[in-house]
């Protein structure tokens, strides 16, 4: 990764918020986990549900013992077995999070790592330490820019345990979601395909469902795991 992407150093890292909520995305719907949320993000998705963790520099800054203490002080306050590391995109402060991830692993917590999944390169050095990965599909449509590429090189770098999460808005298109079953056509292992509409936001709207349903029922001519699952944390009114 170039040097002018990283967002941090091993010893600290802009840090928007550390909490304790329930997932509300992936086939981890519903269980508790620590999030970790990092600041400063390298792709601009008008579906965003966290704008203000966009910005670089955004948040504040936290030493790698601020962010243990934090950690450790929810651990203790009921019982959680995961750390969700998420952003902004947290792959853009791939030093601290090795030593997290390594300092997670010896606390007995499993590391739940959030990406939009365009920088394969600190995946793959992270790839060892991470019990699950949530990578994004992202759509032109929503992005302004072709990220297919990096999408393909993320998934031979990303480990066992990924799954695949793809927003869908009321302008994907066909031609999208083929391309997007093509990159999973081709990656390494099978893969679980989340498809996830859109939570409303500003202009932004969900895909219509007959348009889901179509989606879903090409999905299941190439991978082995489809589910619908809409977000729930704003319907419940979590973090």
């Given at each position: 990764?170039?040097?002018?992407?990283?967002?941090?150093?091993?010893?600290?890292?802009?840090?928007?918020?550390?909490?304790?909520?329930?997932?509300?995305?992936?086939?981890?719907?519903?269980?508790?986990?620590?999030?970790?949320?990092?600041?400063?993000?390298?792709?601009?998705?008008?579906?965003?549900?966290?704008?203000?963790?966009?910005?670089?520099?955004?948040?504040?800054?936290?030493?790698?013992?601020?962010?243990?203490?934090?950690?450790?002080?929810?651990?203790?306050t009921?019982?959680?077995?995961?750390?969700?590391?998420?952003?902004?995109?947290?792959?853009?402060?791939?030093?601290?999070?090795?030593?997290?991830?390594?300092?997670?692993?010896?606390?007995?917590?499993?590391?739940?790592?959030?990406?939009?999944?365009?920088?394969?390169?600190?995946?793959?050095?992270l790839?060892p330490?991470?019990?699950?990965?949530?990578?994004?599909?992202?759509?032109?449509?929503?992005?302004?820019?072709?990220?297919?590429?990096?999408?393909?090189?993320?998934?031979?770098?990303?480990?066992?345990?990924?799954?695949?999460?793809?927003?869908?808005?009321?302008?994907?298109?066909?031609?999208?979601?083929?391309?997007?079953?093509?990159?999973?056509?081709?990656?390494?292992r099978?893969?679980?395909?989340?498809?996830?509409?859109?939570?409303?936001?500003?202009?932004?709207k969900?895909?219509?469902?007959?348009?889901?349903?179509?989606?879903?029922?090409?999905?299941?001519?190439?991978?082995?795991?489809?589910?619908?699952?809409?977000?729930?944390?704003?319907?419940?009114?979590?973090?």
């Amino acid at each position: 990764m170039s040097k002018a992407l990283l967002l941090s150093d091993s010893a600290r890292a802009r840090v928007v918020g550390i909490f304790s909520s329930l997932q509300g995305e992936g086939p981890y719907l519903g269980e508790r986990q620590i999030f970790v949320r990092f600041g400063g993000c390298n792709l601009r998705c008008d579906y965003c549900d966290e704008p203000h963790t966009i910005t670089i520099p955004s948040g504040r800054v936290l030493s790698i013992q601020d962010i243990e203490r934090g950690i450790a002080s929810l651990a203790k306050t009921r019982p959680q077995r995961t750390v969700s590391w998420t952003g902004g995109e947290p792959l853009l402060h791939p030093l601290i999070l090795t030593r997290l991830m390594r300092w997670a692993r010896r606390k007995g917590l499993q590391n739940h790592l959030e990406t939009n999944g365009v920088l394969p390169a600190p995946m793959a050095a992270l790839a060892p330490l991470c019990d699950a990965v949530a990578m994004d599909i992202k759509l032109p449509s929503s992005t302004g820019r072709e990220t297919w590429s990096a999408h393909r090189a993320f998934l031979q770098a990303a480990p066992s345990g990924t799954f695949v999460k793809v927003v869908l808005t009321s302008r994907s298109t066909v031609a999208e979601w083929r391309i997007v079953l093509d990159v999973l056509k081709h990656a390494p292992r099978p893969v679980p395909l989340f498809l996830q509409p859109a939570t409303p936001i500003g202009a932004v709207k969900p895909i219509a469902a007959a348009r889901c349903m179509r989606f879903e029922a090409m999905a299941r001519k190439v991978v082995k795991k489809v589910v619908v699952r809409p977000q729930w944390h704003p319907l419940w009114g979590l973090p």
